[in-house]
Protein backbone atom coordinates (compact mmCIF):
# COMPACT_ATOMS: atom_id res chain seq x y z
CA UNK A 1 0.00 0.00 0.00
CA UNK A 2 1.56 3.31 -1.19
CA UNK A 3 -0.36 5.32 0.98
CA UNK A 4 1.55 7.01 4.01
CA UNK A 5 -0.68 9.80 5.31
CA UNK A 6 -2.46 8.79 8.26
CA UNK A 7 -6.20 9.91 6.65
CA UNK A 8 -5.49 7.48 3.66
CA UNK A 9 -4.13 4.46 5.79
CA UNK A 10 -6.75 5.01 7.86
CA UNK A 11 -9.65 5.03 4.83
CA UNK A 12 -7.91 1.97 3.21
CA UNK A 13 -8.31 0.18 6.80
CA UNK A 14 -11.93 1.00 7.04
CA UNK A 15 -12.51 -0.01 3.47
CA UNK A 16 -10.89 -3.33 3.87
CA UNK A 17 -12.82 -3.57 7.14
CA UNK A 18 -16.26 -3.28 5.70
CA UNK A 19 -15.31 -4.83 2.63
CA UNK A 20 -14.59 -8.10 4.55
CA UNK A 21 -17.83 -8.16 7.16
CA UNK A 22 -15.77 -5.92 9.98
CA UNK A 23 -17.05 -3.09 11.74
CA UNK A 24 -15.22 0.00 10.48
CA UNK A 25 -14.58 1.40 13.90
CA UNK A 26 -12.40 -0.92 14.58
CA UNK A 27 -9.90 0.86 12.61
CA UNK A 28 -10.27 4.23 14.21
CA UNK A 29 -9.49 2.24 17.70
CA UNK A 30 -6.02 0.11 16.46
CA UNK A 31 -4.92 3.62 14.73
CA UNK A 32 -5.12 5.28 18.15
CA UNK A 33 -3.29 2.81 19.72
CA UNK A 34 -0.69 2.70 17.58
CA UNK A 35 -0.24 6.09 17.21
CA UNK A 36 -0.73 6.51 21.18
CA UNK A 37 -3.26 9.18 21.01
CA UNK A 38 -6.39 10.19 21.88
CA UNK A 39 -9.49 10.96 19.17
CA UNK A 40 -8.99 14.40 18.78
CA UNK A 41 -5.45 14.11 18.68
CA UNK A 42 -6.12 12.35 15.84
CA UNK A 43 -8.31 14.48 13.87
CA UNK A 44 -5.78 17.30 14.25
CA UNK A 45 -2.66 14.67 13.03
CA UNK A 46 -4.46 12.98 9.92
CA UNK A 47 -2.56 14.81 6.85
CA UNK A 48 0.45 14.07 8.17
CA UNK A 49 3.20 11.22 7.55
CA UNK A 50 2.85 7.46 9.17
CA UNK A 51 5.90 6.24 10.36
CA UNK A 52 6.60 3.09 7.81
CA UNK A 53 7.27 0.89 10.92
CA UNK A 54 4.19 1.81 12.80
CA UNK A 55 2.27 1.80 9.57
CA UNK A 56 3.00 -1.98 8.68
CA UNK A 57 2.27 -3.23 12.24
CA UNK A 58 -1.17 -1.55 12.12
CA UNK A 59 -2.09 -2.93 8.46
CA UNK A 60 -0.87 -6.66 10.27
CA UNK A 61 -3.44 -6.30 13.40
CA UNK A 62 -5.77 -4.84 10.81
CA UNK A 63 -5.59 -8.28 9.05
CA UNK A 64 -5.32 -10.49 11.90
CA UNK A 65 -8.66 -8.81 12.90
CA UNK A 66 -9.98 -9.87 9.53
CA UNK A 67 -8.22 -13.10 8.54
CA UNK A 68 -7.81 -14.54 12.24
CA UNK A 69 -11.04 -12.76 13.60
CA UNK A 70 -9.40 -12.18 16.97
CA UNK A 71 -11.22 -9.53 18.55
CA UNK A 72 -9.49 -6.12 18.43
CA UNK A 73 -9.62 -5.67 22.36
CA UNK A 74 -7.52 -8.55 22.92
CA UNK A 75 -5.08 -6.38 20.32
CA UNK A 76 -4.80 -3.47 22.00
CA UNK A 77 -5.15 -5.07 25.32
CA UNK A 78 -7.96 -2.98 26.58
CA UNK A 79 -11.29 -2.41 26.18
CA UNK A 80 -13.49 0.76 27.62
CA UNK A 81 -16.28 0.34 30.34
CA UNK A 82 -18.27 3.39 31.73
CA UNK A 83 -15.58 5.74 30.75
CA UNK A 84 -12.94 3.68 31.86
CA UNK A 85 -10.30 1.93 30.13
CA UNK A 86 -9.83 -1.93 31.26
CA UNK A 87 -6.64 -4.13 30.73
CA UNK A 88 -8.14 -7.42 28.54
CA UNK A 89 -6.39 -10.61 27.50
CA UNK A 90 -7.56 -13.95 26.11
CA UNK A 91 -8.02 -15.32 29.76
CA UNK A 92 -11.19 -12.60 30.43
CA UNK A 93 -13.82 -11.74 28.77
CA UNK A 94 -14.27 -8.44 27.17
CA UNK A 95 -16.80 -6.03 28.94
CA UNK A 96 -19.97 -5.49 26.70
CA UNK A 97 -22.05 -1.85 26.74
CA UNK A 98 -25.14 -3.87 28.06
CA UNK A 99 -23.03 -4.89 31.48
CA UNK A 100 -23.53 -1.09 32.32
CA UNK A 101 -26.66 -1.31 32.39
CA UNK A 102 -26.87 -3.88 34.60
CA UNK A 103 -24.04 -1.20 36.96
CA UNK A 104 -26.42 1.74 36.61
CA UNK A 105 -29.09 -0.80 37.66
CA UNK A 106 -27.46 -2.29 41.14
CA UNK A 107 -26.29 1.48 41.79
CA UNK A 108 -29.90 2.91 41.59
CA UNK A 109 -31.18 0.17 43.60
CA UNK A 110 -28.71 0.23 46.53
CA UNK A 111 -29.40 4.26 47.02
CA UNK A 112 -33.18 3.16 46.97
CA UNK A 113 -33.33 -0.24 49.04
CA UNK A 114 -30.55 0.68 51.64
CA UNK A 115 -31.58 4.28 51.96
CA UNK A 116 -30.16 4.61 56.06
CA UNK A 117 -27.74 1.78 55.81
CA UNK A 118 -23.82 2.86 56.99
CA UNK A 119 -22.05 -0.39 55.27
CA UNK A 120 -23.23 -2.00 52.60
CA UNK A 121 -21.61 -5.29 51.37
CA UNK A 122 -21.51 -6.22 47.68
CA UNK A 123 -20.00 -8.86 46.26
CA UNK A 124 -19.52 -9.54 41.99
CA UNK A 125 -19.50 -13.21 41.34
CA UNK A 126 -17.58 -14.05 38.38
CA UNK A 127 -15.06 -10.61 38.06
CA UNK A 128 -13.06 -11.29 34.78
CA UNK A 129 -11.39 -8.00 34.18
CA UNK A 130 -13.23 -6.83 37.22
CA UNK A 131 -14.93 -4.20 35.18
CA UNK A 132 -18.33 -4.50 37.55
CA UNK A 133 -16.61 -4.74 40.98
CA UNK A 134 -14.40 -1.77 39.94
CA UNK A 135 -17.20 0.24 38.50
CA UNK A 136 -19.71 -0.20 41.52
CA UNK A 137 -16.50 0.77 44.00
CA UNK A 138 -15.84 3.62 42.20
CA UNK A 139 -19.05 5.33 41.50
CA UNK A 140 -20.14 4.75 45.08
CA UNK A 141 -17.00 4.88 47.57
CA UNK A 142 -19.10 4.07 50.25
CA UNK A 143 -19.59 0.57 49.08
CA UNK A 144 -17.52 -2.22 50.49
CA UNK A 145 -16.83 -4.37 47.48
CA UNK A 146 -15.64 -8.14 47.41
CA UNK A 147 -15.16 -10.01 43.84
CA UNK A 148 -14.79 -13.51 43.36
CA UNK A 149 -13.62 -15.84 40.09
CA UNK A 150 -12.55 -19.35 39.59
CA UNK A 151 -9.49 -17.62 37.63
CA UNK A 152 -6.14 -16.79 38.64
CA UNK A 153 -5.21 -15.15 35.29
CA UNK A 154 -8.83 -13.31 35.86
CA UNK A 155 -8.07 -12.10 39.59
CA UNK A 156 -4.29 -11.07 38.12
CA UNK A 157 -6.03 -9.03 35.66
CA UNK A 158 -8.78 -7.65 37.57
CA UNK A 159 -6.51 -6.41 40.50
CA UNK A 160 -3.98 -5.08 38.20
CA UNK A 161 -7.28 -2.89 36.77
CA UNK A 162 -8.41 -1.75 40.16
CA UNK A 163 -5.03 -0.92 41.10
CA UNK A 164 -4.80 1.64 38.07
CA UNK A 165 -8.26 3.02 39.15
CA UNK A 166 -7.30 3.51 42.75
CA UNK A 167 -10.42 0.98 43.12
CA UNK A 168 -10.47 -0.97 47.04
CA UNK A 169 -11.74 -4.58 46.24
CA UNK A 170 -11.05 -7.62 48.14
CA UNK A 171 -10.45 -10.56 45.48
CA UNK A 172 -11.75 -13.95 46.46
CA UNK A 173 -10.56 -17.22 44.32
CA UNK A 174 -12.98 -19.84 44.21
CA UNK A 175 -16.13 -21.02 42.74
CA UNK A 176 -19.55 -19.05 42.36
CA UNK A 177 -20.11 -18.02 45.92
CA UNK A 178 -17.62 -20.92 47.67
CA UNK A 179 -15.55 -18.08 49.05
CA UNK A 180 -18.49 -16.53 51.45
CA UNK A 181 -19.81 -20.01 52.17
CA UNK A 182 -16.32 -21.26 53.85
CA UNK A 183 -15.73 -18.22 55.50
CA UNK A 184 -19.48 -17.66 56.86
CA UNK A 185 -20.06 -14.49 55.22
CA UNK A 186 -23.12 -12.84 54.93
CA UNK A 187 -23.50 -10.13 52.07
CA UNK A 188 -26.16 -7.29 51.07
CA UNK A 189 -25.63 -7.52 47.14
CA UNK A 190 -25.06 -9.96 45.07
CA UNK A 191 -24.33 -9.10 41.44
CA UNK A 192 -23.01 -11.40 38.52
CA UNK A 193 -23.23 -11.20 34.69
CA UNK A 194 -22.06 -15.30 34.52
CA UNK A 195 -22.55 -17.55 31.75
CA UNK A 196 -25.51 -17.66 29.78
CA UNK A 197 -25.13 -18.86 26.62
CA UNK A 198 -27.03 -22.42 25.63
CA UNK A 199 -24.59 -24.73 24.11
CA UNK A 200 -26.22 -25.23 21.14
CA UNK A 201 -26.02 -21.56 20.42
CA UNK A 202 -22.33 -21.34 20.37
CA UNK A 203 -21.50 -22.83 17.09
CA UNK A 204 -23.85 -19.57 15.79
CA UNK A 205 -21.26 -16.79 17.56
CA UNK A 206 -19.55 -14.87 15.56
CA UNK A 207 -15.81 -16.89 14.63
CA UNK A 208 -14.37 -13.45 16.72
CA UNK A 209 -16.32 -14.53 20.21
CA UNK A 210 -16.78 -18.48 19.79
CA UNK A 211 -12.89 -18.93 18.55
CA UNK A 212 -11.23 -16.42 20.85
CA UNK A 213 -12.76 -15.21 24.09
CA UNK A 214 -12.73 -18.00 26.88
CA UNK A 215 -15.77 -20.42 26.83
CA UNK A 216 -16.01 -21.35 30.04
CA UNK A 217 -17.31 -17.38 30.51
CA UNK A 218 -19.77 -17.75 27.54
CA UNK A 219 -21.22 -21.09 28.11
CA UNK A 220 -24.29 -21.83 30.71
CA UNK A 221 -25.53 -25.49 29.89
CA UNK A 222 -27.85 -27.14 27.52
CA UNK A 223 -30.35 -23.88 28.18
CA UNK A 224 -27.79 -21.60 29.45
CA UNK A 225 -29.10 -21.44 32.72
CA UNK A 226 -27.05 -23.67 34.69
CA UNK A 227 -25.26 -21.23 36.84
CA UNK A 228 -28.34 -19.34 37.47
CA UNK A 229 -29.94 -22.64 38.99
CA UNK A 230 -26.30 -23.28 41.23
CA UNK A 231 -26.66 -19.79 42.54
CA UNK A 232 -29.93 -20.51 43.79
CA UNK A 233 -28.83 -23.06 45.98
CA UNK A 234 -25.92 -20.93 46.95
CA UNK A 235 -27.66 -17.29 47.49
CA UNK A 236 -29.67 -18.22 50.65
CA UNK A 237 -26.43 -19.01 52.83
CA UNK A 238 -24.39 -15.98 52.08
CA UNK A 239 -27.29 -12.95 52.07
CA UNK A 240 -28.46 -11.17 54.65
CA UNK A 241 -32.37 -10.86 55.57
CA UNK A 242 -32.90 -7.96 53.96
CA UNK A 243 -30.84 -8.20 50.48
CA UNK A 244 -30.51 -7.47 46.69
CA UNK A 245 -29.68 -9.80 43.79
CA UNK A 246 -28.80 -8.75 40.24
CA UNK A 247 -28.07 -10.85 37.14
CA UNK A 248 -27.55 -10.11 33.84
CA UNK A 249 -29.32 -12.76 31.65
CA UNK A 250 -29.33 -13.16 27.71
CA UNK A 251 -32.29 -12.11 25.49
CA UNK A 252 -35.64 -14.23 26.32
CA UNK A 253 -34.31 -15.83 29.80
CA UNK A 254 -36.04 -13.49 31.70
CA UNK A 255 -38.89 -14.97 32.78
CA UNK A 256 -36.92 -18.50 33.67
CA UNK A 257 -34.59 -16.40 35.77
CA UNK A 258 -36.98 -14.56 37.50
CA UNK A 259 -38.91 -17.77 38.34
CA UNK A 260 -36.15 -19.35 39.81
CA UNK A 261 -36.21 -16.30 42.04
CA UNK A 262 -39.39 -16.61 43.18
CA UNK A 263 -39.10 -19.92 43.83
CA UNK A 264 -36.10 -19.64 46.40
CA UNK A 265 -37.20 -16.56 48.28
CA UNK A 266 -40.90 -16.62 47.73
CA UNK A 267 -41.43 -12.88 49.68
CA UNK A 268 -38.70 -11.43 46.65
CA UNK A 269 -40.10 -8.72 45.00
CA UNK A 270 -38.51 -9.74 41.54
CA UNK A 271 -38.08 -7.74 38.25
CA UNK A 272 -36.98 -8.52 34.49
CA UNK A 273 -35.39 -5.30 33.35
CA UNK A 274 -34.97 -4.59 29.02
CA UNK A 275 -32.25 -3.11 28.03
CA UNK A 276 -31.81 0.08 25.58
CA UNK A 277 -32.78 -2.46 22.72
CA UNK A 278 -35.78 -3.60 24.17
CA UNK A 279 -34.20 -7.36 25.30
CA UNK A 280 -35.04 -8.75 29.03
CA UNK A 281 -31.48 -7.86 30.11
CA UNK A 282 -31.54 -7.84 33.56
CA UNK A 283 -33.11 -9.52 36.70
CA UNK A 284 -33.33 -8.44 40.01
CA UNK A 285 -34.77 -9.54 43.64
CA UNK A 286 -34.92 -7.58 46.28
CA UNK A 287 -35.63 -9.76 49.28
CA UNK A 288 -37.04 -9.33 52.66
CA UNK A 289 -36.96 -12.48 55.02
Not at 146 to 168: C, M, P, Q, T, Y
Not at 183 to 193: G, L, Y
Not at 229 to 236: I, K, Y
Request: hydrophobic fraction near 45%.
Amino acid sequence: MNHNKIYEVLHWASSFLTENGKEARVAELLMLHHLGITRAQLFACLREEMNERVKQVFIQDVQKHVYEHIPVQYIIGSEEFYGRKFLVNREILIPRPETEELVDEVLKRIERFFPQQEAIDVVDVGTGSGAIAITIALENRALLVSAIDISRESLRVAKENADRFGAEIDFLQGDLLQPLIQAERKVDVVVSNPPYIPEGDIACLSPVVKNHEPLRALVGGKDGLDFYRRFMNELPLVLKKRALVAFEIGAGQGKAVAELLKQTFPQARVDVVFDINGKDRIVCAEIEQ
